[in-house]
C-alpha cells in the first residue's frame, strides 16, 4: 500500500456492502494523517461505484480535497472509484475468517479487514472499536502473516484472536454502524455513470490486452541465452568445429581482451559439454578462475543447475574452409572465414605467444589473401590469383596452429 495512495474500497457492514474512499496513513509536514470519504459527522457510503462517481463529479464538499494527492486521483479515469479485489473488507464477515484455519489466504484476508476497520474507528472516533483493539494486543500478531501461525503456538493464538473477535465484534460493528451515511444519487446519472465505467473499463483492457501482446512477442524475440548463469557471469561455452571433429571451452572478455579456460596458452578442450561441466566442479587452476564470476558458475555446477548452452555467436566451424579455399574467393564464405579467424586471433592474444604474427611476417602473402577475403584495408591492390591451392595450404596451417593449443582433440 503505497504512502499517500486514496484507494476505493468495498466494505460489508450491517445494512449490506458499500462503495467509499479510504486514505490509508500518509505523512504531511511530521504528521501522520488518515482519512475516509466524509464529512463533518460521517463517512460516507454509497450502494455502487457508480453512486460515488456521480457524488464526486457533483462537486460536494468532503474531507478528503485536503488530501495531498486528491488533485491526481481527481483527474483519473471513471474507473478510479471501482475497487480491485484485494480491496474488499468483508467486516461483518470477520467472525467467519476465524471459525477456519489460519490459511494463507485467512490470515491476510483478516489482516486487511483488521486495518481499515481500526482505521474506520480512529477516524470516526468510534469508542467500541478503538477500545477493542487497544485492548487486544495479539490482534497485531494477523499483521506477521501466515507463516506466525505455522509455528507451535501458532493455533493457540489464532484461537485467542478468534475468541476476542466473537466476544466483541458485534459492538465493534455496531459503533462503525453509528459513523456512517449512505447517499442516494439520481438514478439517471448513476446510469449515465455505469455507462462511463464500462467504456473506462473497456479502454484498460485494451491497453491491457496491447500490453501483453507487446510482452509477448518481446518475449519470443528475446534471445533465451539471456536469461542463462553464462550471462550472468559473462562467461560463455564456445564449440569449435575443426577437421570432423568438435569440441569445447570456455571463454570471456576482460577489458576487452580475451580470456579462455586454460593456462599457459593452452586452452582446456573437451570433446562434450558433459565432460567440460564435470570438470569445472572440482577445478579452479587456470585463467578464469580469476575471474570474479568464475565461483558462481562452479556453486551452480555443483549443485546440477548449470547446463551448457552455446550462443550462435560463440560456435564456430573452421568445416569445409580448406577445400573452399582451394577453389577460389567465390567459393569462400566470407563471413565463416571472418569468424573463424576471430577466433584464432583470439587464441593468440590469449596466449602471447605472437605466433600468429610470426607466421605472417613470414607469410606475407597469406596476410594478403585474408585481408582482402574480410575486406580489411592495407591489401596494397592485391588480388588473389590461380591457382588458390597455397592459400588453402596456408589456411591449413593456420588450422594446425590452433589445434596445437588445444589440450584435447
Keep these: 500500500?503505497?504512502?499517500?495512495?486514496?484507494?476505493?474500497?468495498?466494505?460489508?457492514?450491517?445494512?449490506?456492502?458499500?462503495?467509499?474512499?479510504?486514505?490509508?496513513?500518509?505523512?504531511?509536514?511530521?504528521?501522520?494523517?488518515?482519512?475516509?470519504?466524509?464529512?463533518?459527522?460521517?463517512?460516507?457510503?454509497?450502494?455502487?461505484?457508480?453512486?460515488?462517481?456521480?457524488?464526486?463529479?457533483?462537486?460536494?464538499?468532503?474531507?478528503?480535497?485536503?488530501?495531498?494527492?486528491?488533485?491526481?486521483?481527481?483527474?483519473?479515469?471513471?474507473?478510479?472509484?471501482?475497487?480491485?479485489?484485494?480491496?474488499?473488507?468483508d467486516v461483518i464477515g470477520a467472525p467467519?475468517?476465524?471459525?477456519?484455519?489460519?490459511?494463507?489466504?485467512?490470515?491476510?484476508?483478516?489482516?486487511?479487514?483488521?486495518?481499515?476497520?481500526?482505521?474506520?474507528?480512529e477516524v470516526t472516533s468510534a469508542t467500541?472499536?478503538?477500545?477493542?483493539?487497544?485492548?487486544?494486543?495479539?490482534?497485531?500478531?494477523?499483521?506477521?502473516?501466515?507463516?506466525?501461525?505455522?509455528?507451535?503456538?501458532?493455533?493457540?493464538?489464532?484461537?485467542?484472536?478468534?475468541?476476542?473477535?466473537?466476544?466483541?465484534?458485534?459492538?465493534?460493528?455496531s459503533s462503525l454502524d453509528e459513523q456512517i451515511r449512505i447517499v442516494d444519487v439520481d438514478d439517471a446519472r448513476t446510469a449515465d455513470a455505469a455507462a462511463r465505467i464500462a467504456a473506462a473499463r473497456e479502454e484498460v483492457e485494451k491497453k491491457k490486452a496491447e500490453t501483453e501482446a507487446r510482452r509477448k512477442e518481446e518475449a519470443e524475440q528475446a534471445d533465451p541465452y539471456d536469461t542463462t548463469a553464462w550471462t550472468a557471469a559473462g562467461i560463455d561455452p564456445v564449440k569449435i568445429s575443426l577437421q570432423g571433429k568438435s569440441v569445447y571451452t570456455l571463454r570471456t572478455y576482460v577489458d576487452r581482451q580475451p580470456v579462455f579456460l586454460g593456462k599457459f596458452g593452452e586452452i582446456y578442450t573437451f570433446?562434450?559439454?558433459?565432460?567440460?561441466?564435470?570438470?569445472?566442479?572440482?577445478?579452479?587452476?587456470?585463467?578464469?578462475?580469476?575471474?570474479?564470476?568464475?565461483?558462481?558458475?562452479?556453486?551452480?555446477?555443483?549443485?546440477?543447475?548449470?547446463?551448457?548452452?552455446?550462443?550462435?555467436?560463440?560456435a564456430y566451424s573452421f568445416t569445409g574452409l580448406v577445400h573452399d579455399i582451394g577453389r577460389g574467393p567465390e567459393a569462400v564464405d566470407?563471413?565463416?572465414?571472418?569468424?573463424?579467424y576471430e577466433l584464432m586471433a583470439d587464441a593468440a592474444d590469449w596466449a602471447q605467444d605472437d605466433s600468429l604474427n610470426s607466421y605472417f611476417l613470414a607469410n606475407p602473402r597469406m596476410q594478403d589473401y585474408i585481408s582482402y577475403m574480410l575486406g580489411a584495408p592495407g591489401t596494397s591492390g592485391y588480388v588473389p590469383s590461380e591457382p588458390f591451392n597455397d592459400h588453402a595450404e596456408g589456411w591449413k596451417e593456420l588450422e594446425e596452429m590452433l589445434v596445437k593449443r588445444f589440450s584435447k582433440f
Design 334 to 340: 566470407t563471413d565463416q572465414m571472418a569468424r573463424a
Design 96 to 121: 467467519a475468517l476465524l471459525a477456519e484455519r489460519p490459511s494463507y489466504v485467512n490470515v491476510s484476508t483478516l489482516a486487511r479487514i483488521f486495518r481499515l476497520t481500526r482505521s474506520l474507528g
Design 128 to 173: 467500541e472499536t478503538t477500545v477493542f483493539f487497544a485492548s487486544h494486543s495479539v490482534l497485531g500478531n494477523v499483521e506477521r502473516g501466515y507463516d506466525h501461525f505455522a509455528e507451535d503456538r501458532g493455533m493457540s493464538e489464532w484461537s485467542a484472536i478468534g475468541r476476542a473477535v466473537l466476544t466483541n465484534w458485534s459492538k465493534v460493528v
Design 1 to 89: 500500500m503505497s504512502e499517500n495512495a486514496i484507494l476505493p474500497v468495498k466494505v460489508s457492514l450491517t445494512e449490506g456492502d458499500f462503495y467509499t474512499l479510504w486514505a490509508p496513513l500518509w505523512k504531511e509536514h511530521g504528521a501522520e494523517w488518515q482519512a475516509f470519504l466524509g464529512d463533518d459527522d460521517n463517512v460516507l457510503l454509497f450502494r455502487s461505484p457508480e453512486d460515488l462517481l456521480v457524488f464526486l463529479e457533483e462537486g460536494s464538499p468532503h474531507d478528503l480535497t485536503s488530501h495531498p494527492k486528491w488533485k491526481s486521483f481527481e483527474s483519473g479515469p471513471a474507473t478510479r472509484v471501482v475497487p480491485v479485489e484485494k480491496d474488499y473488507y
Design 271 to 314: 570433446n562434450s559439454s558433459k565432460l567440460l561441466l564435470r570438470w569445472m566442479t572440482e577445478n579452479d587452476d587456470h585463467d578464469l578462475a580469476k575471474v570474479s564470476t568464475w565461483e558462481d558458475l562452479q556453486l551452480s555446477a555443483n549443485a546440477g543447475e548449470l547446463e551448457v548452452m552455446v550462443h550462435q555467436d560463440n
